[in-house]
Structures are given as C-alpha cells and as structure tokens.
C-alpha cells in the first residue's frame, strides 16, 4: 500500500514527519508526500515547528534536498521565508502569531517550485495553525517536526505521525535498530485503561505537582512540580509496598526512570502515566532496565504511529545497501510499515 493510500484509508487530515536525526530523509519523505497528493488531486498543507528547506544546513554545512510545493498548496511560514521561495505564493490569511523569522502567514502556492519553511514556535500556536488551513480547505496538513521537535507529534497537534530513521541514527545497524525501536515504542504506548487513571493525570496536571495512586486507591499529591533536581526525593516519597501509579505532569527524565530502576522491586510494581509519548525523554538502555524489572507505562492521549520512513545514506559514515537496510528496519519494526521513500512510494514488503 502506497503511503498516501494509508494515510487516506485511515481517514487522517494532519500528519506530522518527524525525524530521529538530521539527514534522516525526512525532507525526502515531506516531498513524497506533496508528491503523491498532487497526483491524487488533494489540496495539501505545509508547516514546521522549527525551520527546514534551506539550501545549506546552518550546523552542518551540507547541502539539503529541497521542499518542492505544487500549484494549490497551502503554506504556513513567516514572512522573511517568501522572498527566498522559488515558488510564486500568494497570500490566503494572517495569523496573529510571531518569529524571529516575522508574522507567519499561510500562503497558496500558485507556481509551484522551492519553499523555506518557519512556522510558529509553539505547540499551541501550530495546532491552530493546522485547523486554519484545514478551515481554507486542505485535506491533508503536514507538519514537518524539525530536528529535536518531537513534540509535533503529539495528538493535540497533528491527527498521526511518520518518523524517518536511517543511517545517520547510529554508527551500526544494530545500534539503528535499537534506537528506533525504542522511539517507536515510546511512541506506540497504550492508552490509560480506567477513568481512575485519566482523574489521576488530571490532578497531576491541574496542581503542577506529581502525583501518585496507590494500592489502597487512595491519590497523594507529592510536593514536587517536577522530578528535576529531585529524582532520588520522589523515588523515596513513593509506597513501600503495593502497585502504585505516579503521574507526571511534566517531563519523565533518565534520571527519574534511572533512580526508579535502582529500587528494583518498586520498578516491578510501578506504573508511569503522563500525557503523551513526547513528554518521555529516556535514553533507550535506561527504558529497556525499567521494563526489564517489570515496569510500565501508559499515556491519556497516545500517538498514533502510522509508519517509519528509512535512508540507508549518510552524508559522512557508514551507508548502506538499500533493499538491505530496509527489509532490517522492516522486519524488527513489524507490523509498523517502513517505507524507503527514495526508492518507492510503496510499504517495504517482507519476503
């Protein structure tokens, strides 16, 4: 199945491609997907949390494929990028947010050719964004996620998101294949199972403070709005005995799920509950010791994870085959689609 087909088939209308690393062909992917809207007719649009479509990237030096937008396109972009586009835009509406770059505009692209992409900074401010160009008539929004900016794929931004792996992701094909299987299991987490969790989440939230519930079902707010700073603190505040569910409101750090794991029998009977998968930002050997002592985690608004996009280039380290690297990535992130976008439009079969 074409990845086009899936997104239609799954009846998504804004999706956020967001890569692992630079380089991991996550401009490649946005291109296929214009690409493939395009022929199918569709009025698609365009933004990022972050800035992408430079010729040159400003860490790295390296040359950048392009972001080419056809004729209908709906652009979401601060002003100081319209002047660089080779595509003639025409203005469609304001927003009333602001950057660095200037106000961010939505243009329509009326000669297609080459964009430079700055949407708003924020998380709150795009997902505005995204309904007014949904409100101008785009059947697909695609929200390019920038380096870092995971957060676009959260579910009050964007309806499901791709993520683009490849060589650039590690030094070895093991450590890439560890490295995105971590990712995707973060962001495949299950949803809360009972309304007793959501209430919880939702205290956890409204007072800024973490909070647990305990065997007893008894919810203690802790006297920490963080874990930051205060790992061991927290670890030490929770039950000696009896299952127990800590909601975060902020942040689930290394350190935190690190000082977890050194209580191994707290670990076993712990359950970590936060909003969304892009609220975790654990190392992948710090996650895989958690869940190997038994803990869990589950969020109140899951990803949904629609498919991984593979570049089996690196600009400077170790390439690889293609039709190799992507049956790898295919058959360990089994039953997520992969798809080498470089090569086909269609999901990397498994022979």
């Known amino acids: 199945m074409s990845l086009l ?9 804004s999706l956020s491609v967001v890569g692992l690393a630079k380089n991991a062909g996550k401009t490649v992917a946005l291109n296929s997907i214009l690409r493939q809207g395009k022929a199918a007719e569709m009025t698609l649009g365009l933004s990022s949390i972050g800035y992408d479509g430079e010729k040159v990237d400003i860490l790295t030096r390296l040359n950048k494929p392009r972001i080419n937008v056809p004729v209908g396109t709906l652009l979401a972009t601060a002003t100081a990028t319209v002047s660089r586009a080779t595509a003639k835009l025409e203005i469609a509406a304001s927003t009333p947010y602001v950057t660095a770059l200037g106000e961010v505009i939505i243009a329509r692209v009326r000669e297609a050719g080459e964009v430079e992409i700055a949407g708003p900074d924020s998380l709150l401010e795009m997902s505005h964004v995204v309904r007014q160009m949904q409100d101008l008539a785009a059947d697909l929004v695609v929200v390019d996620g920038a380096l870092d900016r995971v957060g676009s794929a959260a579910p009050t931004v964007t309806d499901a998101t791709l993520l683009s792996t490849g060589a650039t ?3 070895t094909l093991p450590l890439i294949l560890r490295r995105t299987l971590h990712k995707v299991a973060l962001f ?3 949803a809360a199972e009972s309304q007793a969790q959501l209430d919880l989440l939702l205290k956890a939230q409204s007072s800024g403070r973490l909070t647990y519930l305990d065997v007893e079902g008894e919810v203690t707010l802790m006297p920490f709005n963080s874990a930051m700073g205060h790992s061991l603190a927290v670890v030490d505040a929770l039950p000696a005995k009896g299952n127990v569910i800590l909601a975060v409101p902020g942040a689930v750090t290394d350190s935190l799920v690190s000082e ?8 076993s009977r712990l359950t970590l509950l936060t909003h969304d998968p892009t609220h975790i930002f654990v190392s992948a050997e710090v996650w895989q010791r958690y869940l190997a002592h038994g ?8 990803i949904k994870l629609l498919a991984v996009s593979v570049n089996p280039t690196a600009p400077a380290g170790s390439s690889y085959e293609p039709r190799t690297f992507a049956s790898a990535l295919a058959r360990s992130l089994a039953p997520i689609p992969v798809y080498d976008l470089f090569m086909s439009d269609e999901a990397v079969t498994l022979e």
């Open 5 to 13: 087909r899936r997104i239609q088939t799954d009846c998504i209308r």
């Open 169 to 171: 992701v590690g030094n």
């Open 188 to 190: 495949t987490l299950p």
């Open 260 to 267: 977890i794991c050194r209580k191994h029998r707290l670990a």
């Open 295 to 302: 803990g869990k985690a589950v969020v109140s608004d899951p």
